[in-house]
Nanobody, 116 residues
């Protein structure tokens, strides 16, 4: 059974940091595109950061220089280090692994709230 389990969200003050984790079971990371998405209040889901199947990393302009995406293939885990957090980073964050249209699981979503 394929499962992605997220952790690490919560409430943080502006300027603070959080590290999101997503542990996958039942699906390998190799030859997959790894993505963190988020959905802010009243907004559409958007891409935050991606690691392509060839290893390239891409970030949304709004998080460049503040967020870092990484993986640990030995642990089948993906991470999103979020620094210098802003109120506009508030939202539900989702991890996703895409291998093909039939293998495209999502995490359950985890809340990140940036507020003083």
């Amino acid at each position: 059974q394929v499962q992605l389990v997220e952790s690490g969200g919560g409430l943080v003050r502006p300027g603070g940091s959080l590290r999101l984790s997503c542990v996958a079971s039942g699906i390998p990371f190799e030859a997959s595109t790894i993505t963190w998405y988020r959905q802010g209040p009243g907004a559409q889901r958007e891409v935050v950061a991606t690691i392509t199947s060839s290893g390239g990393k891409n970030y949304a302009d709004s998080v460049k220089g503040r967020f870092t995406i990484s993986t640990d293939n030995t642990m089948n885990a993906m991470y999103l280090q979020m620094d210098s957090l802003k109120a506009e980073d508030t939202g539900v964050y989702y991890c996703n692994i895409f291998r093909n249209p039939q293998q495209n699981p999502w995490g359950q979503g985890i809340q990140v709230t940036v507020s003083s």
